[in-house]
């Protein structure tokens, strides 16, 4: 009886013990699946946070990204990034450059992009209609 007792106990504990490793998992799953990150999620660090965007600059950055992105619509699935808040433009182009956010072409195009020209483009875009 005793020994049974302690089979039960045991079970119980092992059933615990999956139930928080699974809830851990869900977390991380939901929490840091690629691709499915929202802006708001991602916390940017203060060397980016602390930059000013240099308009003129991000202009100049900008030609190559205006044959993809352009003002009016969305289309082929391109999104429209004129005139965005330009935290959300960094925050956007920073989780493709960290891998954090997943798309392809987004992933080349900002990965060779330094904070500075991250921060020049989102200035020079956010003051777009
Ligand atoms: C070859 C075409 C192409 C070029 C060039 C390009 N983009 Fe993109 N961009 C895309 C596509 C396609 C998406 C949608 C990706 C996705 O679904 O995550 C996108 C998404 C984005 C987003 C996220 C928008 C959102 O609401 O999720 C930002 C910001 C962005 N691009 C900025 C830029 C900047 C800045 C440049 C220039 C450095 C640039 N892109 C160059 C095709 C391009």
Redesign the pocket.
């Known amino acids: 009886m005793l020994k049974y007792n302690h089979k039960l106990l045991s079970e119980r504990v092992t059933v615990r013990m999956l139930k928080h490793l699974f809830a851990v998992q869900t977390v991380i799953l939901l929490g840091f699946f690629p691709?499915s990150v929202h802006?708001d999620e991602i916390d940017l660090p203060a060397e980016i946070l602390n930059l000013d965007g240099d308009r003129e600059y991000g202009e100049y950055?900008?030609s190559?990204?205006?044959?993809?992105?352009e003002a009016d619509g969305t289309g082929?699935?391109?999104?429209n990034?004129h005139g965005?808040p330009r935290i959300?433009?960094i925050t956007?182009?920073y989780a493709?450059r960290e891998k954090i956010?997943?798309?392809e072409?987004?992933q080349m195009?900002?990965g060779r992009?330094s904070n500075e020209?991250?921060v020049a483009?989102?200035a020079y875009?956010e003051g777009l209609n």
Request: charged share 20%; aromatic share 6%.
């Open positions: 691709g802006s950055l900008a190559d990204c205006k044959t993809c992105h082929d699935g391109i999104p990034i965005r959300q433009l956007l182009l493709y956010k997943l798309n072409v987004m195009q900002a992009l020209e991250i483009l989102a875009f």
